[in-house]
Nanobody
Framework: QVQLVESGGGLVQAGGSLRLSCATSGRTFSNYAMGWFRQAPAKEREFVVGINRSGGRTSYADSVKGRFTISRDNAKNTVYLQMNSLKPEDTALYYC????????????????????WGQGTQVTVSS
């Protein structure tokens, strides 16, 4: 089992920044690819960004490229999401997820590849 706890969400004006953190415990953190997903009201949960086990590879949704940055600290068992130039359409509940990764360069984009999920942290961007 892997436990994930997100933090860092909040209310911010358009153009502002937030940094989300996801602290994990349980199994060996470096064995998991990590991802951030989000779900806006009345919408499906969607992939935002993923990072491989070592942190050397990342994959971003087109909607956040150039604005969001994912990183991980395997010594601290934590993954981060730096969000800059926030837009009202970024408003959503943001989830951190862990995906067991056999291959070191693997990044999952499908929710079905993620075995463990946090409870989510709310991000609200006002216009």
């Amino acid at each position: 089992q892997v436990q994930l706890v997100e933090s860092g969400g909040g209310l911010v004006q358009a153009g502002g920044s937030l940094r989300l953190s996801c602290a994990t415990s349980g199994r060996t953190f470096s064995n998991y690819a990590m991802g951030w997903f989000r779900q806006a009201p009345a919408k499906e949960r969607e992939f935002v960004v993923g990072i491989n086990r070592s942190g050397g590879r990342t994959s971003y949704a087109d909607s956040v490229k150039g604005r969001f940055t994912i990183s991980r600290d395997n010594a601290k068992n934590t993954v981060y999401l730096q969000m800059n130039s926030l837009k009202p359409e970024d408003t959503a509940l943001y989830y951190c997820a862990a995906s067991p990764a056999i291959f070191s360069d693997y990044i999952g984009k499908s929710q079905t590849t993620y075995a463990y999920w946090g409870q989510g942290t709310q991000v609200t961007v006002s216009s």
